[in-house]
């Protein structure tokens, strides 16, 4: 399996038989820069109905979409939605949010969307054993640093992917994936936007992985 960051919490996710996933597809406006998403798909994640995730129309092919928080199975995948809330007032804020869980060449990844508090007991449950996580860490918007490093505690992950965090393409108001490392190790930061991933190379403890944006 190969992961590729396009921008913000955007990824591609590319199976050995070549199916092609992609989440929070992102537009192109004054505070997101990164360039236009031209990648082809066979699914599209949508984690909420915000414009920095949504796009689905900038996306090649014709994809089928999964939003909510329930379980579909898509071209033999289960992706299962866990519903939270995009701020930590049970979604007054900012509104709902939705957590994807799904297994790609029998790696379990899950993608938090934009969280925006620690996870409960119930969520931990229907969440499960996760290997890949991909966490926001900007804050603002979503749960920052310290928060994001107690989603990670909470969930355990093998690898860690930071998103939704400042670069010189994303003008929000949010920090940059630097708090969010410090203290911590092993950190890898890829020269590259994608790394390849096998089940029996996973690292046995949490390892955080910082891509390049590709876009």
Known sequence: MVIKWLGHACFLIVSRDGLRIITDPYTVDGDISYS?????????LVSHEHSD???????????EVVKGSDTRI??????????TYHDNSQGRK??????????????????????????????????????????????????????ASQVCEQLSPKVIIPMHFKTPKCAYPIAGVEDFLKG????????SS??????????????????????
Not at 197 to 207: D, G, N
């Open 53 to 63: 995730h949504n796009n689905v129309s900038a996306v090649q092919g014709k994809p």
């Open 184 to 191: 911590k190790e092993p950190v890898r930061k890829a020269d």
């Open 36 to 44: 236009p998403i031209e990648e082809l798909a066979d699914i599209v």
């Open 74 to 83: 898509v071209r033999g995948i289960q992706f299962k939605g866990v519903a």
């Open 94 to 147: 900012r509104g709902l949010n939705t957590v994807f869980c799904f297994t790609v060449d029998d790696i379990r990844l899950c993608h938090l969307g934009d969280i925006g508090h620690l996870l409960n007991k119930v969520q931990l449950d229907e969440i499960g054993a996760i290997d890949i996580l991909f966490v926001p860490v900007g804050g603002f918007y979503t749960i920052g640093a310290a928060e």
């Open 194 to 215: 994608e790394a390849e991933f096998a089940l029996e190379k996973l690292p046995l403890a949490s390892e955080i992985l910082v891509l390049k944006p590709a876009l």
